[in-house]
């Protein structure tokens, strides 16, 4: 259900984007003390806001509709609550039907400055990337600023996610100031993308799986009286079982469905090779324990080559993986 202000290019820049339409994103739940904030700082060169009431039980978006005054908001309402995941989709539905070429997600609670709006689409108007996605650990003085629990939490899900979306130049995978452009966004499956916090991850291992270019974008979030809905150690187990799928699905499609290449054999000896070195060992230690004999020089030595081989092979297929991040934008494909 739309409503709102309407909609219209209401002070687009036609010099900076010319005929293209960006839309942005505010997916809006319990932000009423910073929405009309936001929407105030989103430069003229947007010409549609999509602000998404995902159920919000202080009613986020009938306060829009009653106090915003620029013409380019829109309001959609959910009917139930989808989680941030599902309203962004909500608000991409909608960009993608009005013909927007590139939509910008920002949080409606002011963590994220909209001035930077057009630091995050010039590489997707350039054509050197199919999405942007915002990256706040590259100034030392900025993660001085932040809370350590983010810092540490960032670290642990940076990782998992380097794994499972096979992005190894990403960082801060959880950062949701995102640019993504029509193109790619057409390629997503929307209805299968991750409606609660692991969306923004869930969003890189699709875009990997159709060879999209993606890029961090340098920036400062800002940390005021905001309540943030992410509790880390809450979401850090049921991360890391998505993550722990998404990498078993990236492996499959990219190393055995869709190709077969020197890496499948690395990965598959490798995995063997290790797994029978180790299990060796161990047979022969637990041996060597219950009998009192220690084991002989043959059989330590064909645990740790097995071992060794094994490791090599894999630190080859991982070399391999993270050389072949996508390099060219579907935009030139």
Not at 41 to 70: Q, T
Not at 81 to 98: E, K, P
């Amino acid at each position: 259900m739309l409503g709102g202000g309407g909609m219209s290019n209401h002070g687009r820049t036609q010099a900076e984007v010319g005929d293209i339409l960006v839309a942005v994103i505010i997916p809006a739940y319990r932000v009423k003390n910073h929405v009309l904030q936001v929407i105030t700082g989103i430069p003229p060169l947007v010409g549609r806001i999509y602000v998404v009431d995902d159920a919000c039980p202080d009613g986020s978006g009938r306060f829009v509709i009653e106090h915003n005054v620029d013409p380019r908001v829109s309001v959609i309402h959910n009917s139930i609550n989808l989680g941030v995941g599902g309203a962004v989709m909500a608000g991409y539905r909608a960009a993608l039907a009005d013909g927007a070429e590139i939509a910008v997600k920002l949080d409606g609670d002011g963590q994220m400055d909209a001035s930077l709006i057009p630091r995050f689409i010039a590489p997707l108007l350039g054509k050197t990337a199919d999405y942007t996605k915002g990256n706040r650990f590259y100034d030392l003085r900025v993660l001085q600023k932040m809370p350590r629990v983010r810092l540490f939490g960032n670290a642990v899900l940076s990782f998992m996610a380097k794994l499972s979306t096979g992005y190894w130049n990403l960082f801060d995978p959880t950062n949701g100031y995102t640019a993504i452009s029509r193109r790619a966004l057409s390629a997503l499956p929307l209805e299968r993308i991750s409606n609660r916090y692991f969306f923004e991850t869930d969003i890189l291992f699709r875009l990997n799986s159709v060879r999209a270019v993606v890029r961090d974008v340098s920036m400062e979030a800002v940390y005021a009286d905001e309540q943030s809905n992410l509790k880390i150690s809450k979401v850090i187990p049921e991360f890391l079982l998505a993550h722990t799928v998404n990498f078993g699905k990236r492996i499959f499609y990219n190393y055995f469905l869709r190709d077969f290449s020197v890496a499948s054999v690395e990965l598959v000896l490798g995995i063997l090779m290790f797994a029978f070195g180790a299990g060796f060992g161990a047979i022969q230690w637990a041996e060597s324990i219950a009998s009192g004999v220690p084991s002989t020089a043959g059989s330590v030595m064909i645990s740790a080559v097995s071992l060794i081989f094994g490791l090599q092979l894999l630190l080859a297929f991982l070399s391999y993986d993270i050389t072949s991040t996508p390099k060219i934008p579907l935009n030139d494909s």
